[in-house]
């Protein structure tokens, strides 16, 4: 069965850092594409970071919603089964619950795609919350 949980998230101040993972089960982190996603109360959910499947490092691709770019980093611990989103220079407008998704579309696809992406992937963590708040 494919499953995949979220951890990490918490309460940090603004220009501060955290760092998300996502664990794998069921499925090898190199076989699905991995999104990262957010909601906000009141909002659309984003996709915010996604990390394509692929044998190794030279295979990968990378997308990075243009909010995140610059501040956000996708990788992904083949032997831990795990892809973390390390968040930087956090601002009060990334609080929201933060969910790991997989099995859907490549990264490559995302720039043009309009609406949710979200809406074509099958297996979602429960979410972990991360507030910037001063």
């Known amino acids: 069965q494919v499953q995949v949980a979220e951890s990490g998230g918490g309460l940090v101040t603004p220009g501060g850092s955290l760092r998300l993972s996502c664990i794998a089960s069921?499925?090898?982190?190199?076989?699905?594409?991995i999104g990262w996603f957010r909601q906000a109360p009141g909002k659309e959910r984003e996709g915010v970071a996604c990390i394509n499947a692929g044998r190794s490092n030279s295979e990968l691709s990378i997308y990075y919603a243009n909010s995140v770019k610059g501040r956000f980093t996708i990788s992904r611990d083949m032997p831990k089964n795990t892809v973390y989103l390390q968040m930087d220079s956090l601002k009060p407008e990334d609080t929201a619950v933060y969910y790991c998704a997989t099995d859907g579309l490549p990264c490559a696809t995302w720039p043009s795609e309009v609406g949710d992406v979200g809406q074509y992937f099958r297996s979602w963590g429960q979410g972990t919350q991360v507030t910037v708040s001063s």
């Open positions: 069921g499925f090898g982190v190199n076989i699905f594409t």
